[in-house]
């Protein structure tokens, strides 16, 4: 084979990965977690970067979702835009903590089951939505049939419930 048909095979392998979603830069759990709480929780307090966390982590133990933090993180229209490619300068110390606690075990102690949240004051007109907490500026919710609902409005936030 000669050079340039090398070079465009490498090339069309290449462009096949990122068809696929696949990167040749890989982020640990840690990193992915992080991503996650920065993007959906940066300026948020602790209790709402745990609930962030807890969130992904409910999701990598369901067999709805994948089983990894980075493909929990990854899915596409799940989480803030961008989450896994946009630039992140510097971790805040308080986010890399936060991530770190929650891959040891923390959970939020109001998260439950909850596997999806929205931005605190958005309202939508479904009715499977019930609310769990609100911290950090998001609404926290499990997805349940329309009768089992006894929360459908989004609780008073409640902070410092974490260490």
Known sequence: MTIPKLRAGA???AALLVLAGCSFRRHSELECMERA?????????????????????????SDQYPNTVCGVVGQKRQFAPGVMTRRMDRVPPQVREAARSV??????????????????????????MHYVLVAGGNAFYEKRKSHLVTQAVPPRPIEAMTR
């Open 11 to 13: 090339l069309l392998a």
């Open 37 to 61: 709480m920065y993007f959906e929780a940066n300026r948020s307090s602790r209790d709402g970067l745990v609930a962030v966390g807890s969130v992904v982590m409910n999701r990598v133990r």
């Open 103 to 128: 891959l040891r075990g923390e959970r939020h102690p109001l998260i439950g089951n909850a596997m999806f949240f929205h931005t605190a004051g958005h309202r939508f007109p479904y009715d499977n």
